[in-house]
């Protein structure tokens, strides 16, 4: 991937974590045309494999697999006319559990026209209503190479949105007034 858009989903850790994670890999399974998780052999750093999931029936097994530090699944999704091209990882942050996916930014912006944009951003903002119709999540954000950087908290306290798209579970999807793409100025209005 060259570059990416960073779609990530921030878990408040409970004993009910696996089984949220669950229900996010149940959602994009739907779409999915091909899953393969890379993960150590038996726990072994240095030795990788590359396994491809035929079924997510055995969806503790897959987060299992995905635990492992710095494993992750590659993900080819077919939604609408879009084949998205996705990394799937999971990671402890600071007080919080994130399911980050990286998504090709080429297979879901296809130009820099404002309706390849608006385009792209309307299947992010569907994919987030989808998760937050299915999953107990602390919040959401999407942005080019987004990354996690705040507890909900501080999110809150700094009052000042970081990404193109937040939504927090109990409120609104915010739009901020820049694109994903990374191209668009991120202080004016689009």
């Known amino acids: ?21 669950e229900k996010i890999i149940d959602l994009i399974e ?15 750093y240095d030795d990788w494999v590359e396994e491809p999931v035929q079924s997510t029936d055995d969806m503790n097994l897959i987060v ?3 635990a492992y530090k710095t494993s992750y699944a590659d993900i080819n999704l077919e939604m609408g006319d879009y084949n998205l091209e996705t990394r799937l990882q999971l990671s402890n942050e600071e007080k919080d559990f994130l399911v980050h ?28 209503q989808s998760i937050d119709e ?12 987004a990354q996690y950087l705040y507890t909900k908290s501080r999110l809150i306290e700094i009052a ?22 990374g191209f668009t100025l991120r202080n004016t209005n689009h």
């Open 1 to 21: 991937m060259e570059s990416y858009i960073g779609l990530g989903i921030v878990l408040e850790p409970s004993e009910d974590t696996v089984a949220q994670i």
């Open 30 to 44: 739907v779409y999915s045309t091909s899953f393969t998780v890379t993960h150590p052999k038996k726990g072994d």
């Open 64 to 66: 299992e697999k995905l």
């Open 101 to 128: 996916f990286e998504i090709d930014q080429a297979s879901l912006i296809r130009d820099n026209s404002r309706e390849s944009l608006e385009k792209a951003t309307s299947l992010i903002k569907s994919l987030i």
């Open 134 to 145: 299915a999953v107990d999540y602390s919040y959401i954000f999407c942005d080019q190479e």
């Open 160 to 181: 000042h949105n970081p990404y193109a798209i937040l939504k927090m579970h109990e409120r609104e999807i915010v739009q901020a007034p820049w694109y994903l793409d």
